[in-house]
């Protein structure tokens, strides 16, 4: 029942900004942790940011300086704002967040990612 679904993601010129978006819906209690991974073809999916539920971050050191992680609790989405983007950013990037359920313990879910491409 709980999907997270991101956007935002296209393509844009080395340089250039992008912010991801990615919204929770369906039944939850509470969203915890959440954060952006990002995997590129042939390569493993690595942590790019993430945000805990009192609003603590940590960036990976190829973004950090150049990327903001944020969110918005009232409309449940959590955003990444990306400036001075490189070509090596390029991949698609997946939202994560530990979600209470009213079923159970909190699980971490996926959503399906959206693409960026960062090319001239």
């Known amino acids: 029942q709980v999907q997270l679904v991101e956007s935002g993601g296209g393509l844009v010129q080395p340089g250039g900004s992008l912010r991801l978006s990615c919204a929770a819906s369906g039944n939850m209690l509470i969203i915890n942790d959440m954060g952006w991974y990002r995997q590129a073809p042939g390569k493993q999916r690595e942590l790019v940011a993430t945000?805990?539920?009192?609003?603590?971050?940590n960036y990976a050191d190829s973004v950090k300086g150049r990327s903001t992680i944020s969110r918005d609790n009232a409309k449940k989405t959590v955003y990444l704002q990306m400036n001075s983007l490189k070509p090596e950013d390029t991949a698609v990037y997946y939202c994560?967040?530990?979600?209470?359920?009213?079923?159970?313990?909190?699980?971490?879910?996926w959503g399906q990612g959206t693409q960026v491409t960062v090319s001239s």
């Open positions: 945000i805990t539920g009192g609003g603590g971050t």
């Open positions: 994560k967040a530990n979600i209470k359920g009213y079923w159970g313990r909190a699980l971490d879910y």
